[in-house]
């Protein structure tokens, strides 16, 4: 019996009509609990009987979260160690120094060694070593063109966007809504800065997760009885450098961290 084993997998079988009959938000957010094994394929009613009966057992459940991290992470690790460390420097925009691979992210210093080892001044949360891994590995180093577009015109975004926008866009823009220092916040701890108003943007900003994958976050202001708005945009070379799961993981990432921020702020 062929195998759904992943997320995508699973929403590729779906028409994406969003019709919420499954008793989810989204496809996107169905395909996520039949992964989970929260929920079985035959629970979608737009699902032909023998798609169903093809695939019904066949889904690949997901695995402890935890127990995927760190096998995950025991991958790249050991592929890292099989990489030339000094021409993936080259690539990625950083440096290579007594065995280790060294780059800005954010802001700070976060290294690999030549055995997989990771070290950083910062706390080295899985949300951003698994990224930093992966573009490690395999960013071609192609240079941002200043050319910037939506998350879902990114290759594979479209599939993503909704989940993108419920855990990465909604939440800063709550934060944004409620505290009206967190753009101050994030220019002087995250070394970001401040550009011409992107879109008629109030406030526009970029940062840089990874050197060579940055991210312009644009926020609307409330006015005249329109609610504020705020949006994530990268540069139209974002998918030379990092796949679109790990663009996922990384913004998702950085909206817990500042939620964190605030709350140790208030």
Known sequence: MPQLNNVLDILKLLDKSNCKKCGEATCMAFAASVHKGENELKACPNLEDDVIKMFGDGVQKRKDPDEDTLEAMDRLK??????????????????????????????????VDTDGNLFSDIHINPWVAGPF?????????????????????????KEWQGLFGQQCEKPIKSLADKYSGLFEDILNIFSGRQVDRHYASDISLVLHPLPKVPVLICYWKPEDGMDSDLKLFFDATTEDNLSIESVYTLCTGMAKMFEKIVRNHV
């Open 78 to 111: 050991r592929e890292v160690a099989e990489t030339d460390l000094d021409q993936a420097a080259i690539r990625a925009g950083g440096k290579f120094r007594d065995n280790r691979l060294t780059l800005k992210i954010l802001g700070k210093d976060f290294s």
């Open 133 to 157: 891994l992966r573009y490690v590995l395999h960013a071609k180093g192609t240079v941002p063109s200043g050319n910037w577009i939506p998350f879902r015109e990114l290759k594979g975004g």
